[in-house]
């Protein structure tokens, strides 16, 4: 078994008004530094085995403030999506330079792009390349037996698909595998599609990623990259106050 765990870089230092994809590289101010402090300390003591994150400082720096000192894996193919000339304006700017091309973007985000950048699409194909890659990884470890009830085992799940509660040590010796991704929103919300084989095109409608929040993925061993489970979504708990809503 595997569980990938999502989150999104901590705020960066740019006005939050302004598209940001991949030409903007930019560190975090001081309160995405805080948010990336705030999710380290939610994951205390959970065993994590592997690290990615995209290259760009917001998520790197993100990544390795919640590492505390653990290797991070760096793979470009995680990198926020580009969107050309519209990086770094404002709605109303990108409204009164291309408002045809808006309107089409906002329509199908999935087949059109930002004069220069990358397509919805494009990114999802990244993101495939990425799931494939680290589930043939993961798989093929040495030691790992295949859950498909010929010798390995799956896990006992109750009516409505909950895991019952197993300790560290249990988790480690049955071969649960924890894999931390660090990116961005549009990047998530893209992998989400790929992975729950929901449409890119309604990757703004379907998914939210606020910053610095837990979003996990479940994988069975054997499990292609479109046949994940969506087992927690957007919880930033550790961000808010006692009495205040976990999520984003």
Request: some cysteine; hydrophobic content about 40%.
């Amino acid at each position: 078994m595997l569980h990938l765990i999502l989150t999104r870089h901590g705020l960066p230092d740019v006005g939050e008004t302004v598209w940001l994809g991949s030409q903007l590289d930019v560190p975090l101010r001081a309160a995405g530094r805080h948010q990336a402090e705030e999710l380290a300390h939610r994951l205390a003591g959970v065993r994590i085995d592997r690290i990615f994150s995209s290259p760009m400082l917001r998520a790197l720096e993100t990544a390795q403030i919640v590492a505390t000192g653990r290797p991070v894996e760096v793979d470009d193919r995680l990198r926020e999506r580009d969107y050309g000339r519209w990086e770094g304006m404002t709605n109303a700017e990108i409204e009164a330079h291309d408002p045809e091309l808006l309107a089409r973007w906002e329509s199908d985000p999935a087949a059109i792009h930002a004069p220069g950048g990358e397509s919805g699409d494009e990114v999802a194909g990244r993101a495939l390349s990425f799931l494939v890659d680290l589930l043939d990884s993961e798989n093929h470890r040495p030691g790992v037996v295949p859950a498909d009830g010929l010798g390995g085992r799956r896990h006992s799940l109750d009516a409505g698909g909950a895991r019952a509660v197993v300790s560290e040590a249990q988790a480690e010796s049955e071969g649960e595998r924890r894999v931390l991704l660090v990116a961005h929103g549009t990047l998530n919300r893209i992998l989400l599609c790929v992975a729950l084989g929901v449409p890119v095109r309604d990757y703004r409608r379907r998914f939210i990623q606020g910053n610095t929040n837990l979003t996990v993925l479940r994988y069975e061993h054997g499990d292609g990259p479109d046949g994940a489970q969506l087992i927690v979504a957007n919880d930033v708990s550790h961000l808010r106050s006692p009495g205040e809503a976990p999520w984003g």
